[in-house]
C-alpha cells in the first residue's frame, strides 16, 4: 500500500505510531527529523510520485484549527476546518492538492491529543453554535482503516452536541459509522460529479452505485447525510447527465432526511493551477479558456447559466431550504 513509511523521531515511540505501522511489517521504516525533509524536498513531481506514494507519520505545531474559506460550506455559525492529514488517496485530475504540494505523499498527523484540545478550545470560545469541516486537505475516510480518523474525533463531537462536525469524502470505507450509533451533529457529505466527469477525472474513486449505496445504509442507520455535486466541469451533455446523477441519487436515499445539497463550479488558486499545467501538460482539462476572479481560476465555459440550469433542475428534487452554492 505504502512504498515507504516515514516516523518523525519525536513520535517514533508514541502508542498510535506503533499501531499504525504494526499492519506493515514488510514496509520499510525510515526515520526523519521532521516530515518537511521529505514532504517538501524541491526534487520531487507529483504525478511520478503519485504511482508509489510514501506515508509520512508526523506532529502537527501551530495552529490546528482554521477558519474555513469563504463560502465553503453551510451556514448555522462560524466554520472551521482541521486537516489531520495532507494529501489524498484518490487521483482526481481536477484536485487542487497536486499543485498545492510538491510531493503526493501522505502525511498523517498524529497527535490527535492535540487537535481534540484546540478544537474543544475553540467550540468553547463561540458564541453559538460552530461548524467544523475535516477533509479540505486529504480525503476525511479514504485511509480510515490506518488513521482511525472517526473513532477519535467522533467521540470529541459526541460531547460537544453544539458544534457540527462535517466529514467530506468520496470513500466508502464506513465501517467505523456503521459499527457505532450515529450522532445527530455529525453530516457524512458525498461528493459527485457526472457519470463522464467521474469516468475522465476520478480516477480511483469508488464507483457512483457504490457511494449510492454507502450513503443509503449511513441513512439507514440514522447518519445525517449531506451530497456536494462539484466540481461542475462543463460537458456536451452537461444537463442531461447531470439529470441522471439526481435521478439516480435522490431515487435512492429520503430525501426528505438529507441535510443539505450543493453544487460548485470548478476552482483554484491561480498558482496551483500552473503548477498542475505543468504536470500534465497533455491533459485537455487544461487546455480549456479560463477565466480569473479575484485570484481564482475557473474554466470559462462553465458559466452562471449552466449553473443556474442545474440548479433548476436540481430544485426540482430538493426544497430550496437545503440547497445552496458553493462561493
Not at 95 to 115: H, I
Not at 200 to 220: C, D, N, S, W, Y
Not at 278 to 304: N, W
Request: net charge negative; proline share 4%.
Amino acid at each position: 500500500m505504502f512504498s515507504a513509511i516515514y516516523i518523525e523521531e519525536e513520535v517514533r515511540d508514541w502508542h498510535r505510531v506503533q499501531e499504525i505501522i504494526q499492519p506493515f511489517a514488510d514496509t520499510p521504516k525510515i526515520i526523519c527529523e521532521r516530515y518537511g525533509e521529505i514532504f517538501n524536498n524541491t526534487n520531487q513531481n507529483f504525478r511520478i510520485q503519485k504511482k508509489a506514494p510514501a506515508l509520512i507519520l508526523a506532529k502537527k505545531y501551530g495552529n490546528l484549527v482554521l477558519p474555513s474559506p469563504s463560502g465553503y460550506g453551510f451556514e448555522g455559525g462560524k466554520s472551521f476546518y482541521f486537516s489531520h492529514m495532507l494529501n489524498c488517496i484518490y487521483d482526481c485530475r481536477y484536485c487542487f492538492l497536486q499543485g498545492m504540494y510538491r510531493s503526493a505523499n501522505y502525511v498523517l498527523f498524529v497527535n490527535y491529543d492535540d487537535f481534540e484540545s484546540q478544537i474543544i478550545e475553540n467550540i468553547r470560545s463561540q458564541d453559538g453554535s460552530s461548524i467544523y469541516y475535516s477533509g479540505y486537505d486529504c480525503d476525511s475516510l479514504a485511509l480510515e482503516p490506518v488513521s482511525q480518523f472517526c473513532e477519535h474525533f467522533l467521540h470529541v463531537f459526541e460531547m460537544h452536541p453544539e458544534a457540527i462536525l462535517e466529514i467530506r469524502t468520496k470513500s466508502t470505507q464506513v465501517r467505523c459509522l456503521l459499527d457505532r450509533a450515529p450522532i445527530p451533529n455529525c453530516i457524512i457529505a458525498m461528493s459527485f460529479s457526472s457519470q463522464e466527469s467521474t469516468q475522465r477525472f476520478e480516477h480511483k474513486v469508488p464507483a457512483i452505485k457504490k457511494r449510492i449505496q454507502t450513503l443509503k445504509k449511513l441513512q439507514g442507520m440514522g447518519w445525517q447525510i449531506a451530497i456536494r455535486f462539484e466540481p461542475i466541469i462543463f460537458e456536451e451533455r452537461l444537463t442531461e447527465n447531470y439529470r441522471l446523477l439526481f435521478e439516480e441519487i435522490f431515487h435512492s436515499l429520503d430525501v426528505s432526511l438529507l441535510h443539505s445539497v450543493s453544487l460548485g463550479e470548478f476552482r483554484m488558486p491561480k498558482t496551483y493551477y500552473k503548477n498542475i499545467v505543468k504536470l500534465y501538460p497533455d491533459e485537455q482539462l487544461f487546455g480549456r479558456e479560463t477565466k480569473m476572479v479575484e485570484g481564482m481560476i475557473s474554466l470559462k465555459d462553465t458559466d452562471a447559466d449552466s449553473l443556474q440550469k442545474l440548479e433548476g433542475i436540481l430544485l426540482e428534487y430538493v426544497s430550496n431550504d437545503k440547497y445552496y452554492l458553493c462561493g
